[in-house]
């Protein structure tokens, strides 16, 4: 099984930069999923990744480290639209449907 | 619009009713998704479908019954819930469901609360 940590909330003020981590052990790992949920919304992908670092996309970047069974989702340029909850899924070795966390709680106020 | 397409979008059911709860998808996907999601809890998968075909189900109580009469289309039908099966239920949809690193397409949900 799986054990997906991440926190349930945080606050962050416009235009500043946050990270949100997300730990996890699993039996076997094939890659950790971002998504973004807006209050009422669907959840929309953001990122994939499977092999270690960094990848940027925009104002988004996130980081995997394999080895420390960690991950983290980087936003820079805070706006308020970013203000959601964001999801850290990762895939377990014999299944390609990834586990979800709780998902963080983002507030970004001005 | 993420491209799927659920309905309705709210719905109020007691214990003792039946209802279905649709879930439509035109991106060509081959696999097709249930989920639960509820208040303070990770996202639950709930059935997975590939081809009209369920590959998965994870030890869902027989209340809910799913059903996929062809790729484009889904329902989860609901009978004698509980009021703690209140929750917002997503559909999800990808290209397939066997490969590493798919993309799920998630539409908006249907916010369920059983009385």
């Known amino acids: 099984g799986q054990n997906i940590d991440q926190p349930t909330e945080m606050t962050a003020t416009e235009g500043a930069i946050v990270q949100i981590n997300c730990t996890y052990q699993?039996?076997?790992?094939?890659?950790l999923f971002w998504y973004q949920q807006h209050a009422g919304e669907a959840p929309t992908f953001l990122s994939y990744?499977?092999?270690?670092g960094l990848e940027e996309k925009g104002r988004f970047s996130s980081f995997l480290s394999r080895s420390k069974g960690y991950s983290y989702l980087l936003l820079k340029e805070l706006q308020m639209k970013d203000s959601a909850s964001y999801l850290c899924a990762a895939g377990e070795g014999g299944s390609y449907i990834p586990t979800f966390g709780r998902g963080t709680s983002l507030i970004v106020h001005p | 619009e993420t491209g799927v397409t659920q309905t309705p979008r709210h719905l109020v059911m007691g214990m003792t009713n039946k209802k279905s709860l649709k879930c439509e998808q035109h991106?060509?996907?081959?696999?097709m998704y249930w989920y639960k999601q509820s208040a303070k809890k990770p996202l639950e998968l709930m059935f997975v479908?590939?081809?009209?075909?369920?590959?998965e189900n994870n030890s869902v109580p027989s209340r809910f019954s799913p059903e996929c009469p062809n790729s484009s289309h889904l329902f989860l039908h609901l009978h004698t819930l509980q009021p703690e099966d209140s929750a917002l239920y997503l559909c999800?949809?990808?290209?397939?469901?066997?490969?590493?690193?798919?993309?799920?397409?998630f539409g908006q949900g249907t916010r369920l609360t059983v009385v």
């Open positions: 990744n499977v092999l270690d």
């Open positions: 479908y590939s081809l009209e075909e369920r590959v």
């Open positions: 991106l060509g996907h081959n696999a």
């Open positions: 699993t039996s076997g790992f094939n890659g």
């Open positions: 999800a949809s990808s290209p397939q469901s066997n490969e590493w690193g798919t993309e799920a397409f």
